[in-house]
């Protein structure tokens, strides 16, 4: 499975970004997709994460703010972003596997897209 993050900027505080992600596998409705985010001198971190069936789980410090959704049809999986803070500058990743557990941890994914940059200025 490839997959390929997008929709990474500059955005203002309190602004909103879209990023996208993009799987090349036919079988992409069976996959679950996560977002995760890096910070400079930090651990990959957990977003959110949407199910196969679409279910949806969020780290805290996005909760009310980040919204993620899939589209099967276009294997596209998408991370609205809206309220941006300072402290949500970062790589974003997108990964993907076949259900399991450890869905909020890194380890939990085989299948990582090469990251996209969003930097939100104060």
């Known amino acids: 499975v490839q997959l390929q993050a997008s929709g990474g900027g500059l955005v203002q505080a309190g602004g909103s970004l879209r990023l996208s992600c ?24 957990f977003v959110a ?7 949806t789980d969020y780290a805290d410090s ?7 959704s899939r589209d099967n049809a276009k294997n596209m999986v998408y991370l ?6 300072p402290e949500d500058t970062a790589v ?8 399991g557990t450890g869905l909020t941890g890194p380890m939990g994914y085989d299948y990582w897209g090469q990251g996209t940059l969003v930097t939100v200025s104060s």
């Not at 609205?80 to 803070?85: A, E, F, I, V």
């Open 22 to 45: 993009g799987a090349s596998t036919r079988a992409f409705s069976r996959y679950v997709v996560a977002w995760f985010r890096q910070a400079p001198g930090k651990d990959r971190e």
């Open 49 to 55: 994460v949407v199910r196969s069936l679409g279910s």
């Open 62 to 68: 996005v909760k009310g703010r980040f919204t993620i």
């Open 80 to 85: 609205q972003m809206n309220s941006l803070k």
């Open 92 to 99: 974003y990743y997108c990964a993907a596997d076949l259900p």
